[in-house]
DNA sequence: ACCCAGGGTCATA
DNA sequence: TATGACCATGGG
């Protein structure tokens, strides 16, 4: 078996993946309001746990920028309990909401250059690098990348952009992938891949991503030689 | 009972 | 720059 270098090994792997996920249609939502308020509720939460806030916001009618901007922190906070720190969580949606209905809102932000909604952004309080990569590749369909805990483990269990941080990642992943609706689709690949082959502790069996896994042949020549080690990288 | 989830902020060294 | 504490419910 080949061992590919970084930019063609990606390219590869978004080719197994796409062939096998098929078009994800992330962000699951049905406004940008809607996509911008579980970007935030999803923090280290699963989203399970989220949807059923989402309803919850729903049937109050307390999902859209506009209206989460006049609520009551606390009147929120009830709504969202099951997606995990509530109060923190209801705080940061009142004045994310807040702050982007000073900036023109979604609408007025969507004219602004990427560089300068990414900076913009990421200075409001509650949103971080994930969530505004976030924000950047499914609300304003930006060439964005993002880069969550899943796909730092899973690239490094593949063995891809060893020894790089986030940031390098994300930007070499941009330059061989250029496209907004493929690199939306890559990191939602990368989350099922995740949540079901490579959490802390891997599940390789029927992993899309074993053709071209450093930790997967690890682990099928420690089986062929009867060896204990196997290194993540 | 323990671990983790589609993170982010803040204090500390 | 790099850890650590904290936020907190729900599923495995």
């Known amino acids: 078996m080949i061992i590919l270098q970084n930019q063609s090994k990606i390219l590869e792997l978004y080719r197994i993946l796409e062939n096998h996920y098929g078009d994800l249609k992330w962000w699951p939502a049905e406004t940008r309001d809607e996509i911008l308020i579980g970007a935030i509720l999803t923090q280290n939460t699963s989203w399970k746990n989220v949807e059923k806030s989402i309803q ?135 989350v099922n891949v995740g949540k079901d082959h490579c959490k802390t502790v891997p599940k390789c069996d029927g992993c899309p991503l074993s053709s071209i896994c450093m930790y997967y042949r690890q682990i099928r020549k420690g089986v062929s030689d009867h060896s204990q080690s196997v290194s993540t990288g």
């Open 56 to 190: 919850r916001l729903k049937a109050r009618n307390l999902i859209t920028v506009n209206s989460l901007a006049k609520s009551n922190p606390a009147d929120v906070a009830e709504e969202i309990r099951s997606s995990g720190f509530y109060n923190q969580k209801a705080k940061r949606l009142v004045e994310v909401c807040k702050a982007i209905l000073s900036l023109g809102g979604l609408g007025g932000l969507s004219g602004m250059e990427t560089r300068h909604l990414e900076s913009t952004l990421i200075s409001i309080n509650g949103i971080g690098m994930e969530t505004m990569e976030s924000i950047l590749c499914y609300i304003f369909n930006r060439s964005v990348f993002v880069m969550d805990k899943y796909t730092f483990r899973i690239f490094e269990r593949v063995g891809l952009f060893k020894g790089k941080d986030r940031l390098e990642i994300r930007k070499l992943v941009e330059e061989a992938i250029k496209d907004n609706r493929k690199l939306g689709n890559l990191h939602a690949a990368l």
